[in-house]
């Protein structure tokens, strides 16, 4: 059984900087592209960054320059680190990991408040 646990969210002041981590189970990381999504209230669900098998990471325009992801094939975990986080990044993350087979498996998510 596949799942994903996400951790790390919280409430930080406009400026500050959080760590969302994304554990995995039941899926190697190390075969899967894994990707952070991100949906706030009243809003469809954005995608955030991607990291790839390769380790090589891309972003949406809305982040770029301030966050970063990465990935650790020994731990079974994808990061995101979240700098100069600003109101409109107030949102639950969600990591999700596509298996070898294409199938997308999520998490529940982890929510993060900035505050003007």
């Known amino acids: 059984q596949v799942q994903l646990v996400e951790s790390g969210g919280g409430w930080v002041q406009a400026g500050g900087s959080l760590r969302l981590f994304c554990a995995g189970s039941?899926?190697?990381?190390?075969?899967?592209?894994i990707r952070w999504y991100r949906q706030a209230p009243g809003n469809q669900r954005e995608w955030v960054a991607l990291v790839n098998r390769d380790g090589i990471g891309s972003y949406s325009d809305s982040v770029k320059g301030r966050f970063t992801i990465s990935r650790d094939n020994a731990k079974n975990a994808v990061y995101l680190q979240m700098n100069s986080l600003k109101p409109e990044d107030t949102a639950v993350y969600y990591c999700?990991?596509?298996?070898?087979?294409?199938?997308?498996?999520w998490g529940k998510g982890t929510s993060i408040t900035v505050s003007s």
């Open positions: 039941g899926i190697t990381f190390s075969r899967s592209d």
């Open positions: 999700s990991a596509q298996s070898t087979a294409g199938i997308n498996y």
